[in-house]
């Protein structure tokens, strides 16, 4: 079983919809969660960090983390084409290194 | 903006030669950068970790030899692919972190190398 368990999709959504996209994970250590966006070609590109269980929202888009069911979500509103990427959930404990999912594939259609 | 830099974005290289890619940090000092390896439609593999002034540690499966890493100051890693073959070309990212107290990751463009 993975650390770290992750749809790869491919996920295809039309433009404006609610775009949810989860990760669950066995480790019950992990402290700390991160979302990553990566555009075809390009590096990953933080987008939300998150630190133990709760909600983080930051624009568009809301980070939840809930420990208790080993379980976290990304929520994308109002969905655009540029939101198109590949997105991957990421954690760790402490120092030690960080575990990636496998990364959801996302088009959103206009 | 970005606050890690990577060169060249993309290279081609013949087999048997040697390239080198640089990752900066930079608007801050990192004493440790990683270096990851991603093929096409997969998630990042974590290749080794760098750390300046010390020996880098690589992880399982990950030839030290063919993959030289230096990290001569707190804002540069080297990786050197050594004598590259075919099979080597691929996606190659760094990261750092920038805030050792919440340890969020930064990563790279990264680059693509392609061996004929």
């Known amino acids: 079983q993975k650390e770290v368990e992750q749809d790869p999709g491919p996920l295809s959504v039309p433009e404006g919809a609610i775009v949810s996209l989860n990760c669950t994970y066995s480790?019950?250590?992990?402290?700390?969660f991160m979302w990553y966006r990566q555009y075809s070609r390009k590096g990953p590109e933080l987008l939300m960090y998150t630190y133990s269980s709760g909600n983080k929202e930051d624009g568009r888009f809301t980070a939840q983390v809930d420990k208790s069911s080993k379980y976290i979500s990304l929520f994308i509103r109002d969905s655009q084409p540029s939101d198109s990427a590949t997105y991957l959930c990421?954690?760790?404990?402490?120092?030690?290194?960080?575990?990636f999912g496998q990364g959801t594939r996302l088009t959103i259609n206009p | 903006g970005a606050v890690v830099s990577q060169h060249p974005s993309r290279v081609i290289c013949k087999s048997g030669t040697s390239v080198k890619i640089e990752c900066r940090s930079l608007?801050?000092?990192?004493?440790?950068m990683f270096w990851y390896r991603q093929f096409p439609k997969q998630s990042l593999m974590l290749m080794a970790t760098s750390n300046e002034g010390s020996k880098a540690t690589y992880e399982q499966g990950v030839e030290k030899d063919k993959f030289l890493i230096n990290h001569a100051s707190l804002t540069l890693s080297t990786l050197t692919v050594t004598s590259a073959h075919p099979e080597d070309s691929s996606f190659y990212i760094c990261?750092?972190?920038?805030?050792?107290?919440?340890?969020?990751?930064?990563f790279g463009e990264g680059s693509r190398l392609t061996v004929l």
């Open positions: 608007d801050f000092q990192a004493t440790t």
């Open positions: 480790n019950s250590a992990f402290q700390y």
């Open positions: 990261s750092a972190i920038r805030d050792t107290n919440t340890g969020e990751l930064f």
């Open positions: 990421a954690m760790k404990k402490g120092a030690q290194k960080l575990v």
